[in-house]
RNA sequence: GGUGAGGUGGCUGAGUGGUCGAAAGCAGCGCUUUGCUAAAGCGCCGUACCCCAAAAGGGUACCGAGGGUUCGAAUCCCUCCCUCACCGCCA
């Protein structure tokens, strides 16, 4: 959520960086100050009605005590007491457009992002490794799961209905040893703290992080809108630490989950539909840092380089790029993608996105930071997938077949998977 | 699911209708004094929002959340959330 204070104080500021998005999402900025001003006035009436109640009620109180009549006062203050009433209405009503307004205002580009419209404006940041070369015909991955029996759509469609992925076997290994060797080289290498949260959680958490109120129809949800199954770890990691005030000496905070996510998908239909590239329930490892502000860009460059680290690891072959200012997410101010090479699509494949949120999200989950005067600040959200699991599987077995048709092993996983190869 | 007890400022903990935004203690900050790693005394010490060009200053709200009663609510009533204890049920 944007500051109230900025958009009143910066306006035309605000304007241009919103209109980079190309969303029309300057045009909300008015009907804000709009709304501002007149909550603020009304606001000030109120409080100078609360006050004469407030004052005449003592009196009230200390002409009681006396025993003397106080029945002139309490009519006055009766009469206040109505003219409040309806004032409060009507605050309540200003504030809550207000709120609703702000909640659906996107946050602010970094000044340094691209500008562009769509995706094809992104720019190639960096790449790693080479494409590999096969001297055999080259498989996708929906045809290698088939011949080695990695995973059963028909089956898991009986189950759930299409968008639904069933690992088997050395599949079912493979994605195991996949999670697992993550969250080991991100505890152990790069000093993240492991947690393993709920998958359900709470509306206000979905608020917190963006997902609502703009998003419903792309999440799951029970109970009347009440909880949701959570799209990403980012939801319940991210929101872990809300409404309070940390010391400065514990920034920044880093984790690392493993969860399932579940994404209704909605309109996407036909679109990377082929095997377990778009799922509605899928694993996935996630990255985040609750930072302060001060150093929020210089982690989110090592936060990027630590998701990197899982794809170097493995071998693989991807690409950095920075999303432009029309193709940023929501609540995002910066964000990297990184992109794996698939060999069987002849495509470089999203598997994850670290961006960088600065204090959009903490201002809706009221997250701070007491600093060294004593102040207490927003602090800076950041969140990386340390990788989307279907889709590094994907590109992973891919970019390893053999000639025969079985798949190698990339050494640093063979602890996890517990053999060299799937044939 | 049932029953009971609770939710007050960073912490502990008073406060059952009126100078209560809230006693006291602890922790923290500042000053003074004495001095071998400390003690004593005094003062300060919540957050958000609004008014003010700004500072100074003033005001409102907040005692789990939301409603209600009342001239006036931390205090009374209702609903919800949460915590603890025991019972029931169940992986």
């Given at each position: 959520?944007?500051?109230?204070?900025?958009?009143?104080?910066?306006?035309?500021?605000?304007?241009?960086?919103?209109?980079?998005?190309?969303?029309?999402?300057?045009?909300?900025?008015?009907?804000?100050?709009?709304?501002?001003?007149?909550?603020?006035?009304?606001?000030?009436?109120?409080?100078?009605?609360?006050?004469?109640?407030?004052?005449?009620?003592?009196?009230?109180?200390?002409?009681?005590?006396?025993?003397?009549?106080?029945?002139?006062?309490?009519?006055?203050?009766?009469?206040?007491?109505?003219?409040?009433?309806?004032?409060?209405?009507?605050?309540?009503?200003?504030?809550?457009?207000?709120?609703?307004?702000?909640?659906?205002?996107?946050?602010?580009?970094?000044?340094?992002?691209?500008?562009?419209?769509?995706?094809?404006?992104?720019?190639?940041?960096?790449?790693?490794?080479?494409?590999?070369?096969?001297?055999?015909?080259?498989?996708?991955?929906?045809?290698?799961?088939?011949?080695l029996?990695?995973?059963?759509?028909?089956?898991?469609?009986?189950?759930?209905?299409?968008?639904?992925?069933?690992?088997?076997?050395p599949?079912?290994r493979l994605?195991?040893a996949l999670?697992?060797f993550?969250?080991?080289?991100?505890?152990?290498?790069?000093?993240?703290?492991?947690?393993?949260?709920?998958?359900?959680?709470?509306?206000?958490?979905?608020?917190?992080?963006?997902?609502?109120?703009?998003?419903?129809?792309?999440?799951?949800?029970?109970?009347?809108?009440?909880?949701?199954?959570?799209?990403?770890?980012?939801?319940?990691?991210?929101?872990?630490?809300?409404?309070?005030?940390?010391?400065?000496?514990?920034?920044?905070?880093?984790?690392?989950?493993?969860?399932?996510?579940?994404?209704?998908?909605?309109?996407?239909?036909?679109?990377?539909?082929?095997?377990?590239?778009?799922?509605?329930?899928?694993?996935?490892?996630?990255?985040?840092?609750?930072?302060?502000?001060?150093?929020?860009?210089?982690?989110?460059?090592?936060?990027?380089?630590?998701?990197?680290?899982?794809?170097?690891s493995l071998g693989?072959?991807?690409?950095?790029?920075?999303?432009?200012?029309?193709?940023?997410?929501?609540?995002?101010?910066?964000?990297?993608?990184?992109?794996?090479?698939?060999?069987?699509?002849?495509?470089?494949?999203?598997?994850?996105?670290?961006?960088?949120?600065?204090?959009?999200?903490?201002?809706?989950?009221?997250?701070?930071?007491?600093?060294?005067?004593?102040?207490?600040?927003?602090?800076?959200?950041?969140?990386?997938?340390?990788?989307?699991?279907?889709?590094?599987?994907?590109?992973l077995i891919?970019a390893n077949q053999q000639a025969d048709g079985s798949v190698r092993i990339p050494e640093k996983l063979q602890p996890y998977f517990g053999a060299a190869e799937i044939c």
């Open positions: 959520m944007l500051d109230i204070r900025l958009i009143r104080e910066q306006p035309d500021l605000v304007k241009s960086r919103l209109a980079t998005r190309s969303g029309g999402e300057q045009l909300k900025i008015d009907e804000v100050l709009t709304v501002d001003a007149e909550r603020r006035r009304l606001e000030t009436v109120l409080q100078q009605c609360n006050a004469d109640r407030k004052r005449l009620s003592k009196e009230i109180g200390g002409a009681r005590r006396r025993g003397e009549n106080s029945a002139e006062l309490e009519e006055r203050v009766r009469q206040i007491g109505d003219a409040t009433t309806e004032l409060v209405r009507q605050a309540t009503v200003a504030e809550e457009r207000q709120r609703d307004l702000l909640l659906n205002i996107p946050n602010l580009p970094h000044a340094d992002a691209p500008v562009g419209t769509t995706a094809a404006d992104n720019p190639v940041v960096r790449s790693w490794g080479e494409k590999p070369q096969f001297d055999h015909p080259v498989l996708d991955h929906v045809a290698l799961g088939a011949k029996k990695l995973f059963d759509a028909e089956r898991a469609t009986k189950l759930s209905g299409s968008g639904f992925i069933c690992f088997t076997g599949g079912a994605e195991r999670i697992q993550m969250l080991d080289l991100h505890t152990q290498e790069h000093g993240y703290l492991e947690v393993s949260p709920p998958f359900l959680v709470r509306r206000d958490c979905m608020v917190g992080t963006t997902q609502l109120p703009k998003f419903e129809d792309d999440m799951y949800g029970f109970e009347d809108g009440a909880m949701f199954l959570a799209p990403t770890a980012e939801v319940p990691v991210t929101n872990l630490y809300r409404e309070e005030i940390l010391p400065a000496a514990d920034l920044p905070k880093k984790f690392t989950a493993y969860t399932p996510c579940f994404r209704r998908e909605a309109g996407s239909a036909g679109r990377e539909t082929r095997g377990i590239i778009r799922v509605h329930q899928f694993d996935k490892v996630e990255l985040v840092k609750i930072t302060a502000p001060e150093s929020s860009y210089a982690e989110h460059e090592a936060l990027t380089a630590d998701a990197e680290r899982v794809l170097q693989l072959h991807y690409r950095v790029i920075e999303l432009c200012t029309g193709d940023l997410g929501f609540g995002s101010a910066k964000t990297y993608d990184l992109e794996v090479w698939s060999p069987g699509q002849n495509a470089y494949l999203e598997v994850s996105s670290c961006s960088n949120f600065e204090e959009y999200q903490a201002r809706r989950m009221n997250l701070r930071f007491k600093d060294a005067e004593g102040k207490n600040r927003f602090c800076h959200t950041l969140n990386g997938s340390g990788t989307a699991l279907p889709r590094l599987f994907a590109a891919e």
